[in-house]
């Protein structure tokens, strides 16, 4: 098992931890980043729908 950290992954867990989009560690351009921003932006929509639904 790699113990490489997933930057999707991290993305996810910055979301539910309330760091902003902007507090992206990898290079603007990379494929972490990228990658980083999609967790981030997932785990985001999942929180705000919970929300929505009272949750």
């Known amino acids: 098992m790699s113990t490489d950290p ?3 992954e991290e993305g996810q867990r ?3 931890e309330n760091i902003p989009p902007g507090g992206n560690p990898y290079q603007d351009g990379s494929q972490e980043h990228a990658l980083w921003a999609a967790g ?3 785990a985001a929509g999942e929180a ?3 929300e929505a639904e009272g949750g």
Request: without cysteine.
């Open 6 to 8: 997933d930057p999707f």
């Open 14 to 16: 910055a979301a539910r």
């Open 48 to 50: 705000e729908a919970d």
């Open 40 to 42: 981030h932006e997932e």
